[in-house]
């Protein structure tokens, strides 16, 4: 999208995190190498590094992918033989973070090894909530910064299955960005009619990039979007507090065909209404429980911008929507949602927030952070709920059938609860994560979320 602004992307300086401290520097040779050209050195883009600085005590800033293979799944010896052959063509996951004369920058790791990345967890394990335990306990641990930061842990299941549970640091790779590295690097070959090609959500310039003769239009859109993307709740968020180290996850299922064809008979409303609608049944009986105040509860919607064949980490932008809970039809609900994405969409207002948030980096610096903590507070978002498309097909790993595929991403601050979403074949997957200290009893939360998506399902008949 071209909307004529270019974010600030002159590294800084400073400290990114507290964790800073654990990078490998550049020693003089490798800085005369690149400095010379005969190191590749890859300036972290502006919005990657935004990413890496919400890393702190209490964030580990991952994206995870959960891969659960069939019977006869690979064993680790073959999971590293088949990553080992096809790196190269994902130069990405070989370097690592470091700070150079001119900024942080990825650079090469001299000292990759691809053991270090793919490992065995120890012992058998049953799948349910003592698989959800382990993805769990994995999901909160830290990446090495002295190393391309991504490993893959391997878990045999008690059924001849196994569980791979793939870290990538979201400075990085985004969701859209590790599905496509999953399929370059691990997938067997399928159909090119099925890969991710066409599937991302590419937008072309709308309102926010085109000029306007209807001055009065453009004034009335702008009043619009900035009502819509920087209200405030009225309802305190029940994820809001400060949260710890420890996390619990939760899974869910349905049928991508069944659900976008409930959401077109019902109503005309698309697979991504019906998305947001399932999982409003999962807040909802969640709130229920454990809540029993039941409001709109604002949900952020991050929206794709990453192009065919663009090589950059993160590209996106979002924009935010109420979801009734306290209304009790799932019809209704899915209505609801309906017309309010329709207005988001029709008037591009995630497209503009991209261009707002890239002028404001080229005027002020400090006006784009401070917009950007309004927009972060969790009266203007309760819950970051992220959909990225997976293979249109049924997928295999080294012959075993992938039987399922889940996302996972990290929480924030005043920010317990996260949902991502991801298709795979005819399934459309939820994954969940929290902070157990604060939202307890996840599971109700993922049964809700099949308990609406069926009743949307049965309402079309």
Known sequence: MNVGYARETVPSRTPLTPFASRLRKLDAKEQKDAHNGTVEVVPLAAEDQAILELESSTVVGHTCK?????ADAPDVPALRARV????????????????????????????????????????VLARGPELRREVARLFAERLDRAHPLWRMDAVALD???????????????????????????????????????????????????????????RRHHLVGFLGREFARSRDSSPFDGHIGTRREVAFASTSLSELHRAAKTLCGATLNDAVLTAVAGGLRRWVRQHH??????????????HHE??????????????????????????????????????????????????HLAGV???????????????????????????PRVAVTLLGSPVEALYSLAE???????????????????????????????????????????????????
Do not use: Y
């Open 159 to 217: 059924d001849g299955g196994a569980a791979i549970v793939w870290r990538v640091h979201h400075a990085l790779a985004d969701g859209t960005t590790l599905v496509r590295f999953a399929q370059t690097l691990l997938l067997d070959e399928f159909s090119a009619s099925a890969t991710l090609s066409g599937m991302h959500r590419h937008t072309q310039p709308g309102h926010a990039a085109s000029p306007h003769a209807d001055d009065a239009r």
């Open 84 to 123: 080992a052959d096809r790196i190269g063509s994902t130069p990405a996951l070989t370097r690592r973070l470091a700070e150079t004369p001119d900024g942080w920058a990825w650079v090469p790791d001299d000292d990759f090894d691809v053991d270090r990345h793919v490992v065995a967890v120890p012992g």
């Open 309 to 358: 064949g663009d090589d950059v980490a993160n590209r996106d932008s979002f924009f935010t929507v109420g979801l009734p809970l306290n209304e009790s039809d799932p019809v209704a609900r899915l209505r609801a949602t309906k017309e309010a994405t329709s207005v988001r969409k029709g008037d591009d207002d995630a497209e503009t927030m991209d261009a707002l948030l890239r």
């Open 66 to 70: 959960v891969i659960l293979l069939g």
């Open 364 to 390: 002020s610096p400090a006006l784009e952070k401070l917009c950007t903590r309004i927009e972060q507070s969790p009266r203007a978002f309760a819950v970051n709920v992220s959909n990225v498309p997976g």
């Open 411 to 461: 929480i924030g601050e005043r920010h317990a609860l996260r949902v991502a979403v991801v298709s795979l074949d005819d399934t459309i997957s939820f994954g969940i994560c929290a902070d157990p200290a604060l939202v307890q009893g996840l599971q109700t939360m993922a049964d809700g979320i099949e308990t609406e998506s069926e009743a949307l399902t049965a309402a079309a008949g």
């Open 292 to 305: 029993g105040h039941l409001g709109v509860v604002r949900v952020k919607v991050p929206v794709s911008l």
